[in-house]
């Protein structure tokens, strides 16, 4: 199990912290996603097949692309 910390520059409320947690929630292999709206980071917790690239790639097409 690894977990990142991501700084996500456009982050401004609960409501973007919440869609991103559903979005990540949804990959295989992500067992937890909280962020931080006010330090505009998510940290998310995850394993085999889920990867840190395809963590990246989601927030990219959900608009919630990490620095």
Request: hydrophobic share 35%; charged share 20%.
């Amino acid at each position: 199990m690894e977990k990142q910390t991501l700084s996500i520059p456009n982050i401004s409320c609960g409501h973007c912290v919440n869609s991103i947690k559903t979005e990540l929630e949804e990959l295989t292999g992500v067992t937890a996603v909280s962020g931080d709206p006010a330090a505009k980071t998510v940290s998310v917790e995850f394993g085999a097949p889920a990867t840190l690239e395809k963590i990246r790639e989601t927030l990219t097409e959900i608009n919630y692309p990490a620095a």
